[in-house]
């Protein structure tokens, strides 16, 4: 899969900053901490979804338009609750230059289904 190296360093300095945003509210009151969590929760969604995207062959025809995978439904079921600790595992991903090993299997099984969309059996 040839992805440009500047689409994945974005991708991974993205999830980098979500981290340091998430780090900054958890020292604010409860309240505040919540009510960022709530568009913590959809840039962390779009990140996975990014990721996903990258595996995504390109459209380029009507029939693969209607054949378009929404990568983001695809894994919703298996994408961990929103935290530090799962954005790190998420930029963890991104930073492997070759395959990824994980003991978590959540990012094992989304990066399955992520792979299966590229190259289906």
Known sequence: MA???????????DTRDLI????????LSAEKNERDRKGYKKTYDDLILRLGNLYK???????DQEQDIDCLALVK???PELSVDAVNRLALVLRKNAG???EDPLMNGILRKFHRVRYPM
């Open 20 to 27: 340091s945003k998430m780090k900054a509210s958890e020292k």
């Open 77 to 79: 079921p298996l994408i």
């Open 57 to 63: 062959p390109p459209i380029l025809s009507e029939e």
């Open 100 to 102: 990824a090993k994980f």
């Open 3 to 13: 992805v440009p190296a500047s689409e994945l360093s974005k991708l991974y300095q």
